[in-house]
């Protein structure tokens, strides 16, 4: 969701304000949108700039309160809420909100979503009495950019040529509508490892000016707070990495995901690598005010997988012993059970996504899958299944259930589960599940099964009553999921044979021995006819 914000300053509508102004938006407030920074240093005051308009950090507290970002108690007296410039409500002629934009972004050739005022100018197009609900962003080509400023118009074919729109704030710094802010809030999907589209680390970027803080499951991730000059920030989820860059790049500022969240006192499943756990997924709030009155500069730049706010992600993973690689595990397929409001979610669409990508038929359309009429579905290793259209408030329990869960640990959202029998379809076998959820608070649930035993496959080759036993090797083809098996084989006290092409060699009376395996590894097995 992108929402803008309009803010006025003075009754009159006039964008000229001293920093101690109280009128219009600023009345009653601590937060000031002005026009004479003054040339105080910057921490003094969040409302000045100092002489180099540095971030000044620390302006907000660590964890959002009630949605909302809430002014520290270390840099001003009056600690208040920041929902009256966030929420949706209007304000007589101090506040307009334009909710539910489309149409900001574009995705370029590697993937990314991507605005820059550099080199586009986006715009909420006026009819003379309303804004337009979605954004027209025309291509500078080569023009001198005028920076972002989404409730001026373009006069002319010349896109640089702006001006303030009809109704509402008049001239401020160059004649163009300033004092506004925005917000942007989706979820998404953690890739194994953080890496997506060709093994590229999953980020979020972005470079300009006022006040940028960014929150990942209410907690401040990114702080760029102040009035400055164009700075820049980055989120690294592969690796954790949080970088800052101050105006001109006089300072490089840094943290990670982890001292993030332990700053605000939250705890969050991590990978080694420092980003959050494979296939978990997040919500990012973005909140963005341009309160100097001078230049106005955006660029957002990211490249993780987005899902609907009112959706769940059921995640299947298989790993060997320690978390390492197992062979076979890609094609096993795996059966749950969904269960919305305490009833079979029966035959309901989902979307198929497999390493945290959502995946694509050769028209390039989604690929999905739908629920049976038991509310049962299967995923292999590294696929996730994303149910759409469940209200943030519904409650749902997910099911594993499978006779070969006996070979496996199973975790789920990173604690062990024990395996218990169930009898709903009057069948026992084994089953694993979840407590009851609710989608608002747990948008996302990852089974893991890790492997505890392994399985072992017999072959052997027996002659039919009255044939005569020779010395012939018979040649047996064994597939493994499919594909034609090229490991070793044991016959009898023997060991270290090998299969080509599938072919394994036995005499009457042999068997073959094969360990190893993954419990729900399937299997064909073909005697091959001389001739």
Known sequence: DINLFDYQVGGDGDESAGWSNSEGINNGHALKFVDNKGSDNHT??????????????????????????????????????????????????????YSGLDKLFTIDQEGYHVFNSDQHYAYLKN?????????????????????????????????????????????????VNHYYGMTIETSFIQPKGGKINNNQDMIFEFSGDDDVWVFIDDVLVLDLGGIHGKVSGTINFAN???????????????????????????????????????????????????????????????????????????????????????????????????????????????????????????YGQPVTGTTDSDGNFTLKHSEMAVFSGISADSQYQVTE???????????????????????????????VQTGMLTVGEDQSVVFRNEIKNRATLNIKKQLATGEEATNKEFQIKLKIQGVEYEGTYSVGAQSGFGANDGIIALKAGQTATITGLPYGVSFEVEEMLDG
């Open 44 to 97: 003094v005051n969040i409302n000045q700039d100092g002489s180099s308009g540095k971030i000044n950090s620390g302006m907000v507290e660590n964890k959002l309160v009630d949605g909302y970002p809430k002014l520290s108690k270390d840099k001003t007296e009056k600690v208040e809420l920041l929902d009256y410039l966030f929420d949706l409500r209007e304000t007589n002629n101090v506040k307009k909100v």
């Open 127 to 175: 009819n003379g009495s309303s804004f337009a609900k979605e954004f027209t962003v025309g291509n500078i080509e080569g023009q001198n950019s005028p920076g972002f400023y989404p409730f001026s118009q373009p006069t002319s074919s010349t896109i640089a040529d702006i001006k303030e729109s009809s109704d509402e704030a008049t001239l401020g710094y160059t004649g």
């Open 401 to 431: 259930l499978g006779a070969y869960l006996n070979g496996y640990t199973v975790y789920i959202d990173g604690t062990v589960h024990e395996v218990n029998p169930d009898s709903t379809s009057g069948i026992t076998v084994p089953s």
């Open 240 to 362: 954790g990495e949080v970088t800052r860059t101050d105006i001109k790049g006089s300072e490089a500022l840094g943290t990670t995901l982890k001292k993030a969240f332990d700053k605000a006192g939250v705890n969050v499943e991590l990978e080694s690598t420092g980003g959050f756990a494979d296939y978990s997924t997040h919500t990012i709030k973005f909140f963005y005010l341009e309160r100097g009155n001078f230049d106005s500069n955006c660029m957002i730049k990211f490249n993780f997988p987005t899902i609907p706010k009112d959706s769940v992600a059921v995640a299947k993973e298989v790993t060997g012993e320690g978390g390492s690689g197992i062979d076979y595990a890609d094609n096993i397929d795996f059966e749950f059970n969904m269960k919305v409001a305490g009833s079979n979610y029966v035959k309901q669409e989902y979307a198929l996504w497999k390493n945290g990508e959502e995946v694509l038929d050769e």
